[in-house]
């Protein structure tokens, strides 16, 4: 009666087995063109970004994992049951070679399963270097223009600033001419123009004080957001 209850019970584990090797078969098939498609689309960068392409591997990687697994599992149900069938005391050397190959079969799936999944991780390890690589060089170009403008805007201040001391310069030197021989208001003028001068360069100071501390703010802002990014990407990665 234990022997019929257990070879009832091989009975179930194999027909388990064989409904869902018949299954897997077309559900492989399936696996195959979808995990081809999405391959062939983290391959095309002229059609997607890199963030996309890199969705994509992470897709296929999981399509090949969910599959592997169920062919993994309807493996070790074949191997249980034949583990079984052998612990009767029945089993021949072709039994035994049958349950070796199923063992062989089922490591094969496993290697299997970790070769591509690591083929996977580091496909979008590359990916993900490339997007850095990519938003390294537009962050370098936009700070070169950026550069060529500030260089751009810095000679047309000074050149601003230029013209306001030239004024001064202009108003001094007219009214020295107009005092003549009066020592008296030279002095005064004299002191006038120093004062004024002074007051100019003090504004002048105070506003490049300003625009420098707008740019180290954008700078300490742009640096942040990039590294708080970057730890992101990482950790969705990871």
């Known amino acids: 009666k234990e022997e019929a209850k ?12 064989d409904r869902a090797d018949r299954a897997l078969i077309i559900e492989r098939a399936k696996a ?3 995990r081809a498609d999405l391959l062939n689309k983290a391959m095309d960068k002229e059609n997607f970004s890199a963030k996309e392409r ?31 069938e052998n612990a009767l005391g029945l089993s021949s050397r072709e039994d035994k070679e049958e349950l070796a190959n199923l063992e ?10 970790l070769s591509k999944a690591k083929l996977v991780t580091s496909q979008i390890s590359a990916l993900v270097a490339q997007e850095r690589a990519e938003k390294k060089k537009l962050a370098d170009d ?18 601003k ?13 007219d009214l020295m001419k107009k005092a003549k021989d009066n020592d008296e208001a030279k002095i005064e003028l004299q002191k006038s123009f120093d004062e004024r001068l002074l007051e100019l360069k ?18 300490a802002a742009d640096e942040k957001a990039a590294k708080d990014k970057e730890i992101a990407e990482i950790q969705a990665v990871a």
Do not use: C, P
């Open 32 to 34: 195959n063109r979808d």
């Open 202 to 219: 003090n504004k002048h100071a105070e506003d490049d004080a300003k625009a420098q501390k707008v740019i180290d703010d954008k700078k």
């Open 142 to 159: 936009a700070k070169a223009i950026q550069k060529e403008l500030d260089d751009f805007n810095a000679n047309t201040k000074e050149e």
């Open 6 to 17: 257990i070879a009832g019970q091989i009975a179930d584990m194999r027909a388990k087995a």
């Open 54 to 84: 890199i969705a994509f591997l992470e897709e296929a990687g999981k399509i090949e994992e969910d599959i592997t697994k169920q062919e993994i599992a309807a493996t070790e149900l074949r191997v249980k049951a034949k583990k079984a």
């Open 161 to 173: 600033r230029q013209v306001e001391k030239d004024k001064l310069q202009a108003q001094f030197d």
């Open 104 to 113: 062989a079969k089922l490591i094969d799936l496993e290697t299997s399963r």
